[in-house]
Structures are given as C-alpha cells and as structure tokens.
C-alpha cells in the first residue's frame, strides 16, 4: 500500500504542477503546451497505464487491508476510546478514499474522458479568440474545458469537497506510508508527518485554487 501510494503521490505532484500553469493567466498558452506534451509524449502515455493499475492496486490493497481488519478482531471492545491513540482520519481511511474514488469518476468524467475518447461538446460553447496556437484543437483544449467545467457552483463545490478528502487522506498517507517502510522513529517521524501536512496542504490548496478562481473569473 505504501509503494502504490507513493506512486500515487508522485503523480499527484505532476499533475498539479502543470495544473497550476493556468496561475500564469496567459489565456491557456503555458498550460496547454504542457499539457498537450502530456498527452501525445510516448512514456508518458505509458506512464498513464501504470497510473490507473497502480490506482486500481491501491484500492484493491485497502479493501484486503479492511478486511484483514475485521477478521483480527470480529468482536469489538467491550470499551474503546480509539481517539486517545489515533486520529479520527488515520480510522477514516477506507470513507476518505471511496469520497475521493466518487470525486475522480466524476473528474475523469469532466476531462480524461472526453480528452482521450473525443467529443469535447460541453467545450465547444466557449470563445476560442484567447486560446493562440491551440485554439483549433479541440482534442488538446484542456484549459478551455477547465473554464467550461467551472463554471457550474455545485462543480466547484464537489471539486473542493474532494479535495478536502483528498487532503484528510494525504495527511494520514503520506506518514502511513514511511511507517509501511520500516521507517518510525522518535527523531525522524515528527520530521516526516510536518513534511507530510505541509505538501498535503500545499497540494490541496493549489487544487482547490484551480475551480475557485475560475468559477471567480480571475483567470479567463
Ligand atoms: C481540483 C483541481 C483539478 C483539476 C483542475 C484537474 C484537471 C485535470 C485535467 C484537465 C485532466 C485531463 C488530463 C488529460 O486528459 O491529459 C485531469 C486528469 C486526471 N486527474 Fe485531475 N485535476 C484536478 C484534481 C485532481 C485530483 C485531486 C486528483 C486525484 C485525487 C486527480 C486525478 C486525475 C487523474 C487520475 C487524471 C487522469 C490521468 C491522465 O490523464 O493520465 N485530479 N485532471
């Protein structure tokens, strides 16, 4: 579980780093060209492959976890105080992770989807005039599909709740997975768990930037 999640993680530093290229507000230009050499790039694509096995390994990996779980203790405590000795999102995981799998069909929904199958209808209503070389290439116009998805408030909303999950469950994670790999100890874990707060807030809350400042209208 460590290993795909820190796959996982590596994926999510990817992505929103060339995510947060729309902050440039340069009508799309810096985005696109990276996120079109994302999508025609020969690794990349198979890099795309390992991404959704990794992701599916992941939850397969939880649910064994789970149920390995269940079966160690099938009759609870007579008295369980479980918030003295962890934390309520370290217990959480399981709930964390299925929000986050709701959130991402409905991403994938919005933007894989119709990038890698074709037919951006719901795109073709916006203005093309900013767009520059990638005005005409609808296939490749993920920024003008960004600013189409955003404008709805209960997307934005959704999008933010995710990524509220999202965060819940980095924090626990990103700590989790060092544990997983033999590392806890009383000097470095403390290290390693602000480490771990400080990118899992720095990633949610550039991705929660993205559907806000849209839906706000400070990037167009
Ligand atoms: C909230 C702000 C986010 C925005 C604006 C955003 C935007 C996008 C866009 C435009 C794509 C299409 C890329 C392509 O087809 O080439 C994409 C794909 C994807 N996103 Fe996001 N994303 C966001 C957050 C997230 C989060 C929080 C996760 C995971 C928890 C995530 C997981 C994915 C995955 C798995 C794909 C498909 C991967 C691929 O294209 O290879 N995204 N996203």
Not at 107 to 117: D, N, Q
Not at 161 to 182: E, K, N
Not at 201 to 211: E, G, K
Request: net charge positive; hydrophobic share 50%; glycine share 8%.
């Amino acid at each position: 579980m460590g290993l795909t999640g820190f796959f996982l993680i590596s994926f999510l530093i990817v992505h929103c780093t060339i995510n947060a290229m729309i902050f440039f507000n340069d009508g799309g230009q810096t985005f696109n060209h990276w996120g079109h050499f994302m999508g025609s790039n020969f690794f990349i694509r198979t890099f795309e492959i390992g991404l959704f096995i990794g992701l599916i390994l992941h939850i397969i990996q939880g649910l064994i976890l789970w149920r390995q779980n269940v079966k160690a203790r099938p009759v609870n405590y007579a008295v369980n105080k479980p918030q003295t000795n962890s934390t309520w999102y370290s217990r959480s995981m399981g709930l964390l992770g299925t929000l986050l799998l709701l959130f991402l069909v409905m991403h994938l929904y919005h933007f894989w989807l119709p990038s890698r199958f074709g037919g951006m209808a719901n795109v073709a209503v916006l203005e093309t005039t900013t767009l520059g070389d990638y005005a005409n290439q609808e296939a490749h116009n993920l920024y003008k599909a960004m600013l189409t998805v955003f404008q709805e408030l209960w997307v934005v909303i959704v999008y933010v709740l995710g990524v509220i999950s999202l965060f819940w469950h980095l924090l626990h994670g990103f700590q989790s997975a060092f544990q997983t790999f033999g590392l806890n100890h009383k000097k470095y874990t403390p290290i390693i768990k602000t480490v771990g707060f400080i990118f899992s807030l720095l990633i949610c809350l550039l991705f929660a930037a993205m559907p806000v400042s849209i839906y706000a209208g400070w990037i167009n």
